[in-house]
């Protein structure tokens, strides 16, 4: 939800700043002449009056989404100036899981300025931005919404002249007069082309501005905690920020992302960080305008510039020329002229220029350290080492690219190769284990190909082996800097893992090395359902004894100079989720964790969790701080990976603000629970026996409505799950294959659609049942769940996810898409079930909590209560048009079905936004 990060805000504030921004909507549509449209805005405290509303209005729906827009801006702006009154009043101490508190909690542990300096380098976050099909907005709108919620901070300022003033509220009105006028949806389904310049967009503008402010803010807390600050000095010497993408590069279902565009996005990324770091030098070089004459640098500094120019010819001739006397911008001047070109970014290497982005960070340096030389440490500090950190971050790639394909299609690929060989044998899918490791043992004791490089042994081939093709001459040109990993979607056998050496192989990136074969890119298992994280120590265990895998961590530590092996695992959040519901989800990815890490440990190797969550609760979303507190002790050490995906992405991070606090919630958590669990050792909780009994317990009733006779019918007709299937949310096919399953289905149109429908299944169904059952059977345990609850903090994110989740449903609005399900006996029987199942879990969240929800769940309770009114509106209007489309359909009368479309999938989008999700 989009409030899940808002931990406090001033709801007085909140309530006069939407009322004004409705004011300024009503305004825009009333000089329009859509006066009746004006009247029937959710103003905060007016009761709507359904029979004024014109039925399946596609304006209305439109001015509604624009409504919960703003809304969520006022939501942002109310939460950014609470926690800066607090800051200003109190100390940045008392706002909740930040810096100062974070590092306030290390002291009172005993540790001391010089102990988490120490740490703070090996800290390090990084978010995976993706692309999946869950961000309905076009980048003109996003763009359009970052305009206005600047425009509107502005408004906050007291000291704005009234010229100013009266300047700005008219441009806010602008901006909303042109959001109105522009289609809020894509009519067409987005390219790849569309969802990267997006990914871009964040890349290159929103992250490299928030840098320097998170960096402020740690040294500012830092300080205010009574830390020496000379323990923290060095620019770098602060927790790293690194990012990856998917877009591109993810192949899962996804036919579009072809070898090409795999090329183009690796291509585009490096052009963006060369871009980015020639702008940030030629800012640079504007700050450093020091003469020679009134202040001379150190002869040292004076012979590097002067042995780089000559060096570099008439390239260093020209940067030396552009900046007499004036030392400092000369240096960065030949910095900006040793960037890659156009040309090397083709081509290759050439003279003088930089290879490696470590070798511009070192250049920085050297020009940090001969400014502090000659007592200029204030402009070392403002200027350069804001650079530094951009450098760092981004580097010559802005985000490394992950290769993600499913372990069928590589079966698949693998028996094309065998059948293009020769083999008579060929069908490698049907093998048993054993013989498909000994096969590939065999295989991958000699580097012989199964086929020649320029021949086609099929399709599935073709494409894996491209995109492999793509990564090893990137990989030989720039080096492996841009390249993530290459990741395995349901993994479900240590063969599934191998199968990818053997594909390297083919194209030439597995390589032979003293110590045996060597893939210098990481194979990452990816454990997505319930069975395939209980079997995922297992499997991971096979794949680390292999020799490959053990040369092939060693060679990547050394070259990225890490002290240990470090070996990555992804786990899904979603698929667990829709496979067993939330409790059996989020106890079943617990315990996997504490398991891997210790098979990682047992083969000297650092596990390193890339966590693939969504954007609801039931795709693994929920508050930060008590996600990275919920994880098992010792599973992080200082390293998260994890995914923001589809409208997350501008929920989080779109505006200023919000993007620097949801960064610092990660930095700080995730450096605050790795120093805890350094000392300390995770003696086994004892409700973990309980938790596991509630799991099994939640997932058996979940099953069985799963599983129930009519429940796909039931499914697909009492949520809006056809029209999400036709909606242009993403590039991305709704189902891996294309076959009518609930397997088939991915996990984000299945929380999709049970969320437009107000349901929200799998966020709380089967919780209810279990708890009661312990309370029936186990009243012990349960006393004891209740004592633990805000003690023990995985049990507190599961249980305040399911309060969350329970409380966002609207049993009315469910029922009313209920009755579109045709066969009345089936209908009776899911709503009854559903209904019955929903009472309970709220009843056994209640008492876990010791009181009534709405005192309990405040925040969520009020950001429902503020939308409220008007997502009633919109579901009416919704369910009336999914059910003339559907007849249309029915009949095959295509052409009026087509025309009720857009509507039909704006009022998916306008819901979304009072919703502040999709999937």
């Known amino acids: ?81 609470f926690r800066d009154r607090i800051e200003s009043e109190s100390g940045m101490a008392d706002l909740p899981a930040l810096w100062g508190e974070s590092l306030q909690q290390l002291i009172d542990r005993g540790w001391t300025a010089d102990m988490i300096a120490a740490e703070l380098p090996s800290m390090r976050v990084e978010l995976v931005l993706t692309a999946h099909p869950t961000e309905a907005k076009r980048a003109t709108v996003l763009a359009h919404h970052r305009r206005l919620f600047r425009r509107f901070q502005l408004r906050h300022q007291t000291d704005l002249p009234p010229w100013r003033r009266s300047e700005n509220e008219e441009a806010i009105e602008s901006v909303l007069s042109i959001l109105w006028r522009t289609g809020e949806i894509y009519l067409d389904k987005p390219d790849l082309q569309s969802e990267r310049r997006n990914v871009m967009d964040y890349l290159t ?75 940030e030098l030629i800012q640079l070089a504007r700050l450093t305008s020091v003469s020679a004459y009134w202040l001379p640098p150190t002869s040292d500094f004076l012979t590097r510039i002067a042995e780089r120019a ?79 950190r951009i450098a760092q971050t981004f580097g010559f790639h802005l985000a490394v690219l992950d290769i993600r394909q499913n372990s069928a299609k590589h079966d698949t690929a693998i028996e094309q190769l065998l059948r293009a060989a020769g083999m008579a044998d060929w069908k490698f899918a049907s093998w048993d284990e054993d013989k498909r490791m000994k096969f590939l043992n065999e295989e991958l004791a000699n580097s012989r190909p199964l086929t020649h490089p320029d021949s086609s042994a099929g399709e599935e081939a073709d494409a894996v082996l491209g995109a492999l093709r793509v990564v090893t001459q990137y990989r030989s040109k720039h080096g492996a800097d841009g390249l993530g990993a290459l990741i395995v979607s349901m993994t479900r056998k240590t063969s599934d893992l191998l199968a990818v050496y053997l594909l390297a192989r083919e194209v030439g990136l597995l390589q032979r090395t003293e110590s045996g074969a060597v893939c210098p890119l990481p194979v990452v298992p990816l454990f997505e359902t319930i069975d395939d994280l209980e079997r995922s120590p297992e499997i991971y265990d096979g794949f680390l004894q292999h020799p490959i895998t053990r040369n092939s961590l060693t060679a990547i530590a050394q070259r990225e100079g890490a002290t240990a092996p470090v070996g990555q695992v992804m786990i899904g959040y979603s698929d667990s989720n829709k496979d067993g519901g939330i409790l059996a989800s989020l106890v079943g990815l617990r315990h996997a ?74 930095l700080a958590g995730v450096t605050r629970k790795s120093l805890a669990d350094s000392r300390s050792e995770e003696p086994d909780h004892p409700l973990e026996p309980t938790l596991v009994k509630l799991a099994a317990w939640a997932r058996t009733t979940y099953h069985e409505l799963l599983h129930s006779d009519g429940f796909v019918e039931f499914f697909r007709e009492a949520t809006p799950i056809d029209a999400i299937e036709q909606s242009r949310i993403g590039s991305r096919p709704a189902r891996r294959t294309g076959q009518q399953t609930l397997d088939d289905l991915r996990a984000i149109p299945w929380v999709f659609s049970w969320g437009q429908a107000r349901c929200y299944l799998s966020g709380w169904y089967g919780v209810g049942t279990a708890l009661k059952k312990l309370q029936t059977e186990c009243p012990d345990d349960f006393d004891a769940v209740k004592e633990a609850l805000r003690d023990w903090a995985p049990l507190h994110y599961l249980i305040s996810n399911v309060a969350t989740s329970v409380t966002a449903v609207d049993i009315e ?24 199942q929903w009472k309970l879990a709220c009843e056994m969240v209640e008492a876990v909590y010791g009181g009534p929800m709405e005192s309990q769940r405040p925040n969520v309770q009020r950001m429902i209560a503020l939308r409220s009114e008007g997502l009633r509106l919109l579901h009416r209007q919704q369910i009336s048009l999914l059910q003339r489309w559907r007849s249309y359909n029915k009949m095959g009368e295509h052409t009026q079905a087509d025309a009720l479309l857009p509507a039909l999938l704006l009022s998916v989008n306008a819901i979304a936004s009072g919703l502040g999700t999709t999937g």
């Open 813 to 836: 609005v469910m029922k009313q898409y209920a009755a579109l399900v045709e066969n009345p006996a089936l209908r009776e029987r899911f709503v009854t079930d559903i209904e019955t």
């Open 593 to 666: 964790q504490r398991k891997l890490t210790q098979v990682a440990r047992s083969h000297g190797v650092r596990a390193r969790f890339f966590h693939g969550r969504g954007g609801t609760i039931s795709r693994g979303a929920g508050p930060t701080h008590r996600f990275i507190k919920s994880l098992p002790d010792h599973t992080i050490a200082g390293d998260m990976r994890l995914t923001e995906q589809g409208e997350t992405i501008a929920q989080k991070y779109a505006h200023e603000p919000t993007a620097i606090y949801n960064l610092e919630l990660f």
């Open 1 to 81: 939800m989009v409030s899940a990060n808002i931990l406090a805000l001033d709801v007085d504030q909140l309530n006069r700043d939407w009322q004004w921004m409705l004011s300024a909507l009503q305004s825009v549509l009333q000089r329009g002449g859509d006066e009746k449209l004006a009247e029937l805005l959710p103003v905060p405290g007016c009761k709507l009056d359904p029979a004024k509303a014109p039925a399946d209005s596609v304006q209305l729906t439109q001015a509604y989404s624009i409504a919960f827009q703003l809304l969520s801006m006022a939501e942002q702006s109310s939460a950014a100036q």
């Open 205 to 279: 503008v929103v992250f490299p501005k928030a840098l320097q402010p998170l960096d402020q803010r740690l040294r500012q807390a830092w300080r205010e905690v009574g830390l020496s600050e000379k323990a923290i000095a060095d620019p770098l010497a602060l927790p790293r920020l690194t990012f990856g993408t998917w877009v591109g590069g993810d192949r899962d279902g996804h036919p579009l992302v072809t070898p090409e565009v795999t090329e183009e996005t690796l291509m585009q990324l490096r052009r963006g960080a060369v871009e980015l770091m020639r702008e």
């Open 310 to 388: 000559q060096a570099m010819g008439p390239a260093g001739a020209a940067a030396i020329a552009r900046n007499p006397n004036e030392p400092w911008r000369q240096f960065i001047n030949l910095m900006l002229a040793s960037l890659p070109s156009e040309k090397t970014m083709n081509s290759g290497k050439e003279q003088h220029t930089y290879q490696r982005s470590r070798e511009l960070l070192a250049d920085l340096r050297c020009l940090h350290e001969s400014l502090v030389a000659v007592d200029l440490g204030d402009v070392a500090t403002s200027a350069v080492a804001p650079t530094m």
